[in-house]
């Protein structure tokens, strides 16, 4: 499992962020509202990417997907520059676990 896995187990306070998250956005979408900002904030180590994984896992589950989009947002677009990131930020060959590069990854 990946640092930033969807699938790690949140915390009772991840699950309360995430829910309160989940409402505010099921609240603007059901009053018409584009452009809302939600900020997480918290010291390194906290969490917040966990969370933002999970909370983006859930919303990919319970949305209806047309033609890769998710709320309207371009999904590919979101992981190829996400993948970018992270490449750039983790180069394989300072890795201290796999080395295979990321494109030979299953």
Same mark, same amino acid.
């Given at each position: 499992?990946?640092?930033?896995? +969807?699938?790690?187990?949140?915390?009772?306070?991840?699950?309360?962020?995430?829910?309160?998250?989940?409402?505010?956005?099921?609240?603007? &979408?059901?009053?018409? @509202?584009? %452009?809302?900002?939600?900020?997480?904030?918290?010291? #390194?180590?906290? %969490? @917040?990417?966990?969370?933002?994984?999970?909370?983006?896992?859930?919303? #990919?589950?319970?949305?209806?997907?047309?033609?890769?989009?998710? &709320? %309207?947002?371009?999904?590919?677009?979101?992981?190829?520059?996400?993948?970018?990131?992270?490449? #750039? @930020?983790? +180069?394989?060959?300072?890795?201290?676990?796999?080395?295979?590069?990321?494109?030979? &990854?299953?």
């Amino acid at each position: 499992m990946f640092k930033a896995s +969807p699938f790690h187990k949140l915390t009772v306070e991840q699950l309360r962020a995430k829910d309160e998250i989940l409402m505010k956005i099921e609240e603007a &979408l059901n009053r018409d @509202k584009s %452009g809302q900002l939600i900020l997480i904030n918290g010291s #390194a180590g906290t %969490g @917040k990417t966990v969370l933002l994984s999970s909370l983006f896992f859930e919303l #990919a589950k319970s949305s209806q997907i047309d033609d890769n989009k998710i &709320l %309207g947002v371009d999904v590919d677009e979101i992981i190829d520059s996400k993948l970018k990131k992270d490449i #750039a @930020k983790y +180069p394989v060959e300072k890795s201290k676990g796999n080395n295979k590069k990321y494109t030979e &990854l299953n």
